[in-house]
């Protein structure tokens, strides 16, 4: 099982960045895939859900209306698009998989390794 995640680095506030998470090892189209994200110094906090079939979405209170999650699940990935990004967003960014959301209590049956994301100009 192997999930790899891709598209992080330095943005300037206000601006943009697409992760991805490409899957493997597992049946992906049954199972739910999640973001999260751990700043330095601070506890892991949830960032969204989706479910199995792509047609549920959930975020956090801190994204909503600036992120957006998808998946394709033709090409096993799910993605994390970012808008209008925050010096706060600056974290490394986990994705998940999981027979539930994460935010629904589930807590993830596979993890990535992460990818960094900094706001800062």
């Known amino acids: 099982v192997q999930l790899v995640e891709s598209g992080g680095g330095l943005v300037q506030p206000g601006g943009s960045l697409r992760l991805s998470c490409a899957a493997s090892g597992f049946t992906f189209s049954n199972y739910y895939m999640s973001w999260v994200r751990q700043a330095p110094g601070k506890e892991l906090e949830w960032v969204s859900d989706?479910?199995?079939?792509?047609?549920?979405?959930f975020y956090a209170d801190s994204v909503k209306g600036r992120f957006t999650i998808s998946r394709d699940n033709a090409k096993n990935t799910v993605y994390l698009q970012m808008n209008s990004l925050k010096p706060e967003d600056t974290a490394l960014y986990y994705c998940?998989?999981?027979?539930?959301?994460?935010?629904?209590?589930?807590?993830?049956?596979?993890w990535g390794q992460g990818t960094q994301v900094t706001v800062s100009s």
């Open positions: 998940a998989a999981g027979t539930s959301g994460l935010a629904a209590g589930g807590t993830g049956d596979y």
């Open positions: 989706i479910n199995s079939g792509g047609g549920s979405t």
